[in-house]
């Protein structure tokens, strides 16, 4: 979806050569649900997804110019598409280490700063990933602007406040500035990509005509990823919930549950 618009494949075509790496496995790989190649398509936010996709944008060499975590709209890839090619403009001019640390870090973050009012309500964090960064990061993650604020989301059914959340674009542009021209094999995805709920599925193949969720055919839907994971930090949730609550035995509860376990491919965008 963020690369299948004519504007966009001319700009890869322009500027880029393209290729994939499959990720499945990694650390920082998140969980999704399987998604057909001629299946449904939902609309989402940029940034949504962020460990189930990373789009790397590097010099010819293999230095980081730039990376989109997640899905982003083909309006607003596009001028990163720019930025990068303007940062690579930098990396290969007779600049001196600093002042291309430096000449990165406004740039990035000016271009943050810059966009449209349109970007950035698209940029919008989903409310379940504000949730994750709410309960378990409250006080320490660097996507909450106002901790006061951003706990109103774990009421049920309050949305967040305004100015509680940074927006996905920001967050990003954020990241980067403090990773100035990385080589791709020093470049710390883990950290870069770590925000919201690791699992990320909007169903998109189990929507029926009015666009809502068929809940049952959904419930045995294949999921794609670091579901292993995933089920480990469940459990170790589950078990300390119940040394707190006294509840069912682990065992037991474990006994009760069988999940498959998938994999997950990541696809990153790779400049010349």
Request: aromatic share 8%.
């Amino acid at each position: 979806m963020s690369l299948s618009t004519p504007q966009v494949v001319a700009a890869l075509k322009e500027n880029f050569e393209c290729a994939t790496r499959d990720i499945t496995g990694e650390s920082y790989a998140g969980v999704s649900g399987r998604h057909e190649v001629n299946g449904k398509a939902v609309k989402t936010t940029n940034g949504a997804g962020p460990h189930n996709i990373q789009m790397f944008m590097l010099a010819s060499d293999g230095t980081v110019l730039h990376c989109l975590p997640g899905y982003w709209a083909p309006a607003d890839i596009v001028p990163e598409m720019e930025l990068a090619r303007q940062l690579n403009q930098v990396w290969m001019s007779s600049y001196s280490p600093e002042q291309k640390r430096r000449e990165f870090y406004r740039l990035h973050l000016a271009h943050a700063y810059n966009h449209s009012n349109a970007t950035r309500m698209r940029s919008r964090m989903q409310g379940f990933d504000q949730q994750w960064e709410a309960r378990h990061k409250l006080n320490t993650s660097d996507t909450i602007l106002n901790p006061t604020l951003a706990a109103q989301v774990l009421q049920k059914g309050v949305k967040a406040p305004e100015g509680a959340f940074k927006t996905t674009d920001l967050i990003m542009h954020e990241r980067m500035a403090v990773r100035p021209f990385l080589p791709y094999n020093q470049f710390d995805v883990v950290a870069y990509s770590d925000y919201g709920r690791p699992l990320y599925d909007k169903h998109e193949d189990y929507r029926t005509a009015s666009g809502e969720v068929d809940k049952e055919a959904a419930k045995s839907a294949p999921k794609l990823g670091n579901v292993d994971v995933m089920r480990q930090a469940r459990r170790a949730n589950k078990q300390a919930q119940m040394g707190q609550s006294g509840g069912m035995s682990q065992a037991n509860y474990l006994a009760r549950r069988g999940i498959k376990t998938f994999a997950r491919y990541g696809v990153r965008a790779i400049s010349n």
